[in-house]
């Protein structure tokens, strides 16, 4: 008798602490109280947003911001491995991406801060701007939207000042 009661109180104590683990290590988790919102733009992003705002709209041209590459781009068939070519741009992102009233893509431009003279930033971007531009989509870089950098648009894509 006193075996059953030792295995029955091992028992419950495996028990309680198997629940005890598992809710420190698999944790319910209440997801409407897990996030935040935070700005689509940093401070910076948005008032180069607003200069290029004056020139797309003059141009009847959209701006969206914070685009996918994978959304932009994807593995030609006959590029080999595409899982791999996949995962090398489904995770990054573009600042702006220049569209005609169509949603025909005219450009991508990409602000440039400090953390862009890191070198592995300079690879991440020259990576962005190859493929791009491999796929025939013009990339700009800038530090700073003045009407000199966007005309660098409609020279390398012969766009019309109203538009594609």
């Not at 705002?53 to 959304?71: E, G, N, S």
């Not at 702006?96 to 300079?122: A, C, M, Q, Y």
């Not at 491999?134 to 012969?158: C, D, H, V, Y």
Request: proline share 4%; charged share 35%; aromatic share 8%.
């Amino acid at each position: 008798m006193e075996k059953i009661i030792l295995y029955m109180g091992i028992l419950v104590a495996i028990g309680a602490l198997l629940k005890f683990l598992d809710t420190k290590i698999k944790p319910k988790t209440n997801y409407r109280e897990a996030y935040q919102t935070r700005p689509l733009l940093t401070k910076r992003e948005h008032q180069e947003y607003l200069k290029l705002k004056q020139y797309a709209d003059a141009r009847r041209w959209l701006i969206c911001p914070k685009v996918r590459l994978w959304d932009l781009i994807e593995p030609k068939k006959s590029s080999g491995d595409r899982k791999t070519l996949e995962n090398k741009i489904r995770s990054k992102h573009v600042d702006f991406v220049l569209v005609d009233p169509e949603l025909n893509v005219i450009g991508v431009l990409e602000l440039d801060d400090s953390t862009h003279d890191w070198e592995d930033r300079k690879n991440r971007d020259s990576f962005i701007r190859d493929a791009l531009e491999g796929a025939g989509i013009t990339m700009i870089q800038t530090r700073s939207i003045t009407p000199e950098t966007l005309e660098g648009f409609l020279i390398k894509n012969r766009v019309s000042e109203t538009g594609s």
